[in-house]
């Protein structure tokens, strides 16, 4: 009995590694650092050419939280954009 339930023990424990792992590299997959400037709009930017241009990693977040940060969904000429 004693080592059926340190073999169990052992089971659970490696899959709470595994699964802490498989968590660690989903956050390294989305992540994203951007420079700490801010950006004027000019015609043709996108809030994703932005992102592409002046963050590194997952663009698509990147675009997202640039424009949920400045309150846009699309931009217009002139604007001011901060980065995250």
Not at 18 to 43: M, R, S
Not at 54 to 79: E, F, K, P, S
């Amino acid at each position: 009995m004693k080592k059926h339930l340190a073999a169990l023990t052992a089971t659970i424990f490696g899959a709470l590694v595994l699964a802490g792992v498989a968590n660690a590299a989903l956050d390294n997959a989305t992540a994203y650092e951007c420079e700490d400037t801010t950006v004027v709009v000019y015609p043709g930017d996108t809030l994703w050419g932005i992102a592409d241009s002046y963050c590194t990693g997952h663009t698509g977040n990147a675009a997202y939280d640039i424009g949920a940060l400045n309150g846009v969904d699309t931009l217009q000429i002139g604007d001011t954009i901060t980065l995250p």
